[in-house]
T-cell receptor, first 113, second 113 residues
Framework: NAGVTQTPKFQVLKTGQSMTLQCAQD?????MSWYRQDPGMGLRLIHY???????DQGEVPNGYNVSRSTTEDFPLRLLSAAPSQTSVYFC????????????FGDGTRLSIL | RKEVEQDPGPFNVPEGATVAFNCTYS??????FFWYRQDCRKEPKLLMS???SGNEDGRFTAQLNRASQYISLLIRDSKLSDSATYLC??????????????FGTGTLLAVQP
C-alpha cells in the first residue's frame, strides 16, 4: 500500500530558485492538501483541493502555486524560493472532506539558502 | 487567542503512569475533533477521532466537552513507545461550506523507563 507518496524527501535550494514538490495518492481520495510545519507553529495549511480541477487557498498560500489535473496528483510549486520557506512540507489526503481523518505523506524537508 | 491551544509540555512520566492532555478550541462551530500522534521527524498519524459521547481505544480515552470547548486525551499504563508529540486537531467551518482543519502545536510526551 503506497498511500500518500511525496518526493523529494530532502531538498536544498538557493534563494530565487523554483521547484515543484510532488504528491501522489493511490487511494482515490478526493480531498488533498499541503501543509508546512515549523517549530512552535504547528501545521499550517498552504493550499487544498476538493477534487480534480478545483483548488483553493489555505492559511499561508503566498509564494506557492498548486494544480490538480488528476485525482491522484497534487504538486506544490515554489515560484521563487525564499529563506522563510525553509520548512517541512506535508501532503495529506482524505476520502472526500477535510473533516475526515487525513492520511499524510512522510514529508519533504526543504532548506532555502 | 489561538484557535487551537495545547500545553507544549514536555510531559515526563514514568512507565506505567497515567497522563492526560487537554486541548482548547475557540470556535464554537467546530464539528470534528481528532488526536494525531507525531514521532520525531515523521509524519502525523491519526491516533483517534473524538466523539461527543467520548471514546476509548485500548489504553487511550478521548473526551469532548463542547460547553467548555476542550478535548482531552488520557493515556493509561504509559509505555516507552508512547513517547511522541500528540497533536490536537479541530475541524472548523468557515464561511459557507468551507471546512478547515486547524492543528495545535502539539504536546510532547516522554515516557521514562
Amino acid at each position: 500500500n503506497a498511500g500518500v507518496t511525496q518526493t523529494p524527501k530532502f531538498q536544498v535550494l538557493k534563494t530565487g530558485q523554483s521547484m515543484t514538490l510532488q504528491c501522489a495518492q493511490d487511494m482515490n481520495h478526493e480531498y488533498m492538501s499541503w501543509y508546512r510545519q515549523d517549530p512552535g507553529m504547528g501545521l499550517r495549511l498552504i493550499h487544498y483541493s476538493v477534487g480534480a480541477g478545483i483548488t483553493d487557498q489555505g492559511e499561508v498560500p503566498n509564494g506557492y502555486n498548486v494544480s490538480r489535473s488528476t485525482t491522484e496528483d497534487f504538486p506544490l510549486r515554489l515560484l521563487s524560493a525564499a529563506p522563510s520557506q525553509t520548512s517541512v512540507y506535508f501532503c495529506a489526503s482524505s476520502y472526500r472532506y477535510s473533516n475526515q481523518p487525513q492520511h499524510f505523506g512522510d514529508g519533504t524537508r526543504l532548506s532555502i539558502l | 487567542r489561538k484557535e487551537v491551544e495545547q500545553d507544549p509540555g514536555p510531559f515526563n512520566v514514568p512507565e506505567g503512569a497515567t497522563v492526560a492532555f487537554n486541548c482548547t478550541y475557540s470556535n464554537s462551530a467546530s464539528q470534528s475533533f481528532f488526536w494525531y500522534r507525531q514521532d520525531c521527524r515523521k509524519e502525523p498519524k491519526l491516533l483517534m477521532s473524538v466523539y461527543s459521547s467520548g471514546n476509548e481505544d485500548g489504553r487511550f480515552t478521548a473526551q469532548l466537552n463542547r460547553a467548555s470547548q476542550y478535548i482531552s486525551l488520557l493515556i493509561r499504563d504509559s509505555k516507552l513507545s508512547d513517547s511522541a508529540t500528540y497533536l490536537c486537531v479541530v475541524n472548523i467551518k468557515r464561511g459557507g461550506a468551507t471546512n478547515k482543519l486547524i492543528f495545535g502545536t502539539g504536546t510532547l510526551l516522554a515516557v521514562q523507563p
